[in-house]
């Protein structure tokens, strides 16, 4: 069987809570504290997104701001949505589950997943593999629909090549070195 994977919002709904001690302080060079800041900041992106119509390049503006508490949230942006830009500022420790029968596996991030639902939130990005591409597109619709946007809502934003047309970063060889 060929697994297919794909990254968008799940229902936290369909995952079972994590097993963790309650008290736990750290999860791997993470403290409670930062996982907990970044489930606020994830609580006010997806308000931004939904009620403001935010896009992923209203958060990369963000990144810029005076004010360091929009540039944390530009930075809880990324960590979250930013899953396969390349580049430096590629994210490698994203939340990733694995769909079994009727439920979510965690794969990566159970921390952030407990912090979360005890935060009350019903989705969050993930990178999602299931055992074939319908059931893929399946919990992706489904997971869009609960989170109240549109595919495009939530994707990372393209690379600039891509919104101008090319298939790769090449150098355009009528430029001049």
Known sequence: MS?????????LGLVPMPNIDPGWVAS????????????????EIQRR?????????SFERLAMSQDPRE??????YHKFYHHDNGGARLN???????WVQDHYDITNGQHRIWMAKQYGLRTMPAHVSAPD???LDRLRKDGER??????DTRSAPKPIWERHGHDS??????RQR
């Open 71 to 76: 540039r944390q949230l530009a930075e809880t």
């Open 28 to 43: 791997k060079s993470y403290p409670r504290a930062q996982v907990q800041l970044w489930t606020e900041d994830l609580a």
């Open 49 to 57: 997104s939904l009620q403001l119509n935010w896009t992923p390049e």
């Open 3 to 11: 697994w297919r994977d794909g990254f968008f919002e799940i229902d």
């Open 133 to 135: 591409q319908e059931t």
């Open 169 to 174: 970063p090449e150098r355009d060889s009528t």
């Open 146 to 151: 609960l989170a109240g946007v549109s595919p």
């Open 92 to 98: 490698h420790d994203f939340v990733k589950v694995e």
